[in-house]
């Protein structure tokens, strides 16, 4: 028989080993938490790079399957990074793209989906911009300390209230819209180069162009290395007319669109030569893409992708996306999910434990998807493709409905305005990437779904005259001046 002081004590002794352990593992636990959170807090924010070209088409560089253009320093990227098959840009056309990108909203929610009626895009002397209630990516990440530019074409208002200076961005340098848009019958002054708010050239040699932004973008990186920066760089090109320096002119297998695109290629090449220089490049997150699809002419191309820039086809707002960001994205990653513009600022967000606005937003976290975590996939059950005031086409898995329409501008298989019945139809784009084949009758099911669809956005986003509940408005100022250059 045992005697009872002798369980007593072990009972004692069996309690003081296990508060031991119980101590020893919370001190434990407590030390690796304060080494992993001094490691965090010695890993310095993200910077964030953001390449944005005009009108380059889905099969205009090599890694999307280009024979014609040397793309070298942009498949490198992909080799590095993540290669998106599926991502879109939210309009056909440079103003609503450009909103869209930086509110993270489709370009109806925020009143950018048109100027004017006789217009696509916005113009010169346009009393219409981004509304300053709207948070951009800049704001967003100026709020965390990050020193922020906008180099390149701008296009959401020449007004001084709508410029990039006043939606976060300390830094502007760039055309404040397209590069055609020089019309003298219209009134319009000559193209202007800008700093800030104060045009420095006009008209601008727009063959410097491209080399500009690249310096440009250079030196911003070197002046702000010892702090987190983030870099929008919307270029200028491919968008017609088509212009490329001295050292590039003539000298790409495909005329002055191959040239300007090659040129591009430099430039992100010498960026990424100055991040590397400067080792900043583990710490950067480049994401290179386009505001929508190639019109098609002068050699662009938007293959395997059916029509063009200006349409709701695959080819007008399909366009590629690469996303490079050492150590956290797997080189040679390919992402087929649906993705668009309107994720990049929520992505953005989540890495920088940014709060998101108040208002809705349309787009949605990506980081799982860029990380290829477990279970990642789409944040879209459906997305819609808007062209002007109109909704025209709805995506759903692999499914995309072309909507039956009286009116519209352009027809899905043309990006020439015509004003007929355009028939619905019903296709699978991973069977069918031409949306030639309608699959309406054999599926009357998806048809539904896609009906439910199209009343959500309807009431929430707007289509037509009818405005959606969550619809906002731009910003009109009360008169409206030409950007010139001042005199000495």
Known sequence: ???????????HNHANSTH?????????????????AKETMSQPPPNFIVIFCDDLGYGDIGCYGSTKNRTPHIDQLAKEGMRFTDFYSSSPVCTPARA?????????????????????????RNKRGMNANELTIAELLKKKGYATACIGKWHLGDQPPHLPTEHG?????GIPYSNDMANEKRGDPPLSLVRNKKVIAAPVDQSTLTKRYTDETMHFIETNKDQPFFIYLPHTFPHVPIFASPDFRGKSANGIYGDSIEELDWSTGEIMKALKRLKLDD????IFTSDNGSNGRRGGSNAPLSGAKGSTMEGGMRVPMIARWPNKIRAGAVCSALTTTMDILPTFAAITSSNLPDQTIDGGNILPLLLEKDGAESPYEAFYYYRRRQLQAIRYGEWKWHLPLEQTYPRW???????EMRPGKLVHLG????????????HPEIIEKMRGFAMEATQTIG?????????????????????ILSQP
Not at 1 to 11: A, E, F, G, K, P
Not at 436 to 441: A, Q
Not at 466 to 482: H, I, L, N, V
């Open 20 to 36: 031991m352990i119980t101590r020893f593992a919370i001190i434990l636990v407590a030390l690796l938490s304060a080494s992993h």
């Open 431 to 442: 069977r069918d990437l031409q949306e030639t084949t309608d699959l309406t009758e054999k």
């Open 100 to 124: 869209s990108l930086l509110t993270g909203c489709y370009p109806r929610r925020v009143g950018l989906h048109e100027a004017e009626t006789q217009h696509w895009v916005l113009i010169p």
């Open 463 to 483: 289509n037509e005259a009818t405005k959606g509940s969550g619809q906002r408005q731009p910003t009109d100022t009360a008169e409206s001046k030409p950007m």
């Open 413 to 419: 298989d043309s990006v020439e305005p015509k004003k």
């Open 169 to 173: 961005f300390d830094y502007y340098f």
């Open 1 to 11: 028989m045992i005697h009872r002081s002798l369980l007593l004590w072990h009972d």
């Open 283 to 286: 710490n950067t997150l480049v």
